[in-house]
C-alpha cells in the first residue's frame, strides 16, 4: 500500500538534494570529477571491474549476447596481432583504445553523432589523456597522432564487423556497417568472436603482453566453465 499523493507531495517539497553532478562513484569508492580529470583518478582495478561488466551495444542483441568491453579489447588485440604482427606500439595502442569507457561509459556511435564530437571530445578527451599518461610507456610517440589512430580503428571495425555478424545472423543492415578490407571466413569470425566471449579479460595483463587470467566472466555470454584463452 503507497502512500497517499497529499502526503508525497508534502515530503517532496522538504526534500533538497544537493550534489555535485560531475562528479562519480567508481568501484573502489572514491569519487571523480569529470569536469576536472587527473591522473590520480585513473585506477587499473576500476578499470578492470568496469570494463568486465560493460555490455557493448548497450546490450542488443539477437542470437548472440554482445561481448564486453573488455571482451572486445581482447578481440581487438588478437586482430592487430594479425594485422600488424610485431608491432609493439599499436598493440599497446589498441590495448588502451577503450579505457575511457571505464568513466565514460561505452557510448554508442549514434549518440556520438547526436552529441556533436566537438562537445563529446570536451569530456572524453582529458579522460584518454591521463589513462595514456598513467599507462603509455613511450615517451616519444604520441598515441593519439593520426597514423596510430588508423591503425586502432581498422582493428576496432574489424571487431565490430565479427561482433555484428555473430550477434545476428539475419544480415539486414550490412550496408549500414563500415566496410572492412580484410578477409575472415564467418566461420573464422566466429572461432575468434567464441575465443574471447567467456574470458574475464585482466586488462593490465593484457598492455604488458603477459597470460590473459581465464576463467569465466560474471557477465559471461554462456553457461560453460573457463576457457585456455590467448596469450599476448
Request: hydrophobic fraction near 40%; charged fraction near 25%.
Amino acid at each position: 500500500m503507497g502512500l497517499p499523493a497529499l502526503s508525497i507531495q508534502k515530503m517532496a517539497k522538504g526534500f533538497v538534494v544537493t550534489r555535485n553532478k560531475q562528479e562519480k562513484r567508481v568501484s573502489s569508492g572514491k569519487y571523480i570529477d569529470l569536469a576536472n580529470f587527473t591522473v590520480e583518478d585513473v585506477d587499473i582495478d576500476d578499470i578492470n571491474r568496469s570494463l568486465n561488466m560493460q555490455r557493448r551495444f548497450t546490450g542488443h542483441y539477437k542470437d548472440v549476447p554482445p561481448l564486453t568491453v573488455a571482451q572486445h579489447t581482447l578481440l581487438c588485440t588478437i586482430l592487430s596481432e594479425m594485422l600488424f604482427p610485431g608491432d609493439e606500439v599499436i598493440r599497446k595502442a589498441v590495448v588502451l583504445h577503450d579505457w575511457e569507457e571505464t568513466f565514460t561509459g561505452d557510448i554508442i556511435t549514434p549518440i556520438k553523432f547526436l552529441i556533436g564530437p566537438e562537445v563529446l571530445e570536451t569530456v572524453v578527451k582529458p579522460v584518454k589523456k591521463a589513462i595514456y599518461q598513467k599507462f603509455w610507456p613511450y615517451l616519444d610517440i604520441d598515441p593519439m597522432s593520426d597514423a596510430i589512430h588508423k591503425a586502432v580503428k581498422i582493428c576496432d571495425y574489424l571487431s565490430l564487423d565479427i561482433e555484428r555478424r555473430v550477434m545476428w545472423k539475419d544480415q539486414t543492415g550490412k550496408d549500414k556497417w563500415p566496410q572492412v578490407d580484410f578477409k575472415l571466413s564467418l566461420l573464422d569470425k566466429q572461432a575468434l568472436f567464441n575465443e574471447v566471449a567467456n574470458a574475464y579479460v585482466d586488462l593490465g595483463l593484457l598492455l604488458e603482453g603477459n597470460a590473459i587470467k581465464t576463467g569465466q566472466n560474471n557477465s559471461s555470454n554462456s553457461d560453460s566453465g573457463s576457457l585456455s584463452l590467448f596469450v599476448g
